[in-house]
């Protein structure tokens, strides 16, 4: 199984930046495609970003141009840099990955606990 701990979330204006990051631990076989959702209050949980693990990244087109998504395999990390953050920018940031589990290779999806970010207009 894979365990995700996410950290980096806060209070910012609005303009700022923040940078979450994501660490991935555990016993599994490979992680794929690594994410980054968030959920405003009584709104679904949406994808924000992901990128698979050679690369390719895909993002919400709210945050084309302000948010960045990055990882490092060896690591087994992925980072959410945001910047010119606004309000509507405010939720619950979820890390996510899918992942192969190690002894019967069954693919799998692993969420972490969630990181709040707020933006002050």
């Known amino acids: 199984q894979v365990q995700l701990v996410e950290s980096g979330g806060g209070l910012v204006q609005a303009g700022g930046s923040l940078r979450l990051s994501c660490a991935a631990s555990?016993?599994?076989?490979?992680?794929?495609?690594m994410g980054w959702y968030r959920q405003a209050p009584g709104k679904q949980r949406e994808l924000v970003a992901s990128i698979t693990s050679d690369g390719r990244t895909n993002y919400a087109e709210s945050v084309k141009g302000r948010f960045a998504v990055s990882r490092d395999n060896a690591k087994n990390t992925v980072t959410l840099q945001m910047n010119s953050l606004k309000s509507e920018d405010t939720a619950v940031y979820y890390c996510?990955?899918?992942?192969?589990?190690?002894?019967?290779?069954?693919?799998?999806?692993?969420w972490g606990q969630g990181t709040q970010v707020t933006v002050s207009s």
């Open positions: 555990g016993r599994f076989f490979s992680i794929n495609t």
């Open positions: 996510n990955a899918d992942f192969v589990t190690w002894g019967t290779r069954r693919p799998l999806t692993s």
